[in-house]
């Protein structure tokens, strides 16, 4: 039937909330009871043979990509790209000898990918779709499915969809990782690291009046802003940015935080808000540095950064997590940064002008 939106002002914010048991949710349909990741044998084998994964999306699915990449390159050993669906569709790169393509997509039903599933099929290429909805055209199109488990995403902003393609991507590059008997992917404890998430996430979510004041400060009358942050962090930013441009119409914009320098620094002016995301142990200092100087230029800064990265100061910290997966946990301050400048503009959060839920035409 109709879902419904209950309590909640808007389903942005229900869908925000609901991120924990997706997580949990996700655990329990992806292992079986000896804890191990249960994918489909025919799937498995067809990605121990890839030699590089291609993986294919569009908006906020395209930022979760970002995030996957790395996780099957450093658990499954398989070199990784992502692309923006749009521009592969018509400027395909060289392939390697063994691809196989991955499609990110919350609705299944996105043109743009669509039409890189077609172009790739021609030339008779595997294709994984994995999709919040399991009776769309790009789950039925595609070689292998699997499911987010989302339960209905209803808000034009993306949320749990996100976080949910994050996990299987992680449980998937773990499954293949172990199979392949790589060290890597046998020390990365998934189960353990997604009841992280799911704890990590409900923390901040039980903080939500304290981010709505900080949303009230940075972002109440701003006409632009910055989210900056390195590897993971840098992923994290750039959704970070997307949502609050989305229902905010904030410009708002992800950088590389060690980019910044080389002309978008130019920007920044007095109260210019600067978002910093810390959490990876390898460039935090470095991020912390990058937010400093933007600081000294008269920029407004708000750091969300990792409990064990953290110092006084520090205005949201999320709770330890690999690395690899921060982006599950740094990404929840800033949907509720950007929910909250969205319902206190007075704006229709979960249908923002312009844009649909999902996009069927090129
Ligand atoms: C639309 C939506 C975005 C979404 C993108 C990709 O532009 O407004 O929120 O991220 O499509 O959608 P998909 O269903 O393929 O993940």
């Keep these: 039937g109709e879902v419904s939106k209950g309590t909640y002002p808007f389903f942005m914010l229900k869908e925000i909330d609901e991120q924990p048991i997706v997580m949990r949710r996700l655990v329990e349909k992806y292992t079986d009871d000896q804890h191990h990741v249960v994918i489909p044998e025919d799937l498995m084998e067809a990605l121990q ?58 609705s299944g039903e996105t043109a743009d990918i669509r039409q890189v599933l077609v172009e790739v099929k021609k030339q008779g290429y595997q294709t994984l779709t994995i999709t919040n909805v399991g009776s769309s055209t790009l789950a039925r199109e595609a070689t292998f499915t699997l499911l987010l488990h989302g339960g209905p995403e ?51 979510i039980d903080q939500k009046d304290r981010i709505h004041e900080l949303a009230t400060d940075m972002f109440k009358t701003t006409r632009n802003a910055f989210y900056i942050g390195r590897g993971g962090d840098y992923y994290a930013s750039l959704e970070a940015a997307l949502k609050l441009k989305e229902i905010s119409y904030v410009q708002a914009e992800g950088f590389a935080a060690g980019e910044l320098k080389h002309g978008t620094i130019a920007l920044i002016e007095k109260d210019t808000p600067v978002v910093a995301i810390i959490s990876d142990p390898l460039t935090a200092a470095r991020t912390r540095s990058n937010a400093d100087e933007v600081q000294a230029r008269g920029a407004k800064v708000l750091h969300i950064a990792m409990a064990s990265q953290a110092q006084k100061g520090d205005q949201i910290i999320v709770d330890d997590i690999d690395p690899l997966l921060a982006p599950l946990v740094t990404i929840i301050p800033a949907q509720l940064l950007a929910y909250f400048t969205s319902a206190d503009r007075g704006y229709d959060v979960d249908r923002p002008r312009n844009l649909a839920k999902s996009v069927t035409v090129e």
């Design 49 to 106: 043979q890839a030699d590089r994964l291609y993986i294919v999306a569009a908006g906020t699915s395209y930022h979760a990509g970002l995030v996957g990449a790395p996780l099957f390159e450093q658990l499954a050993g398989i070199p990784a790209e992502v692309h923006v669906a749009s521009e592969f569709a018509y400027h395909q790169p060289l392939l390697s000898k063994h691809p196989l393509f991955i499609f990110l997509t919350q």
């Design 154 to 204: 209803i808000a034009v902003a993306s949320t749990k969809a996100y976080t949910a393609q994050i996990a299987v991507e992680a449980l998937v590059a773990k499954a293949v990782g172990e199979a392949k008997g790589l060290q890597a992917a046998k020390e990365f404890d998934v189960i353990h690291q997604l009841g992280l998430a799911a704890t990590g996430q409900q923390a901040l």
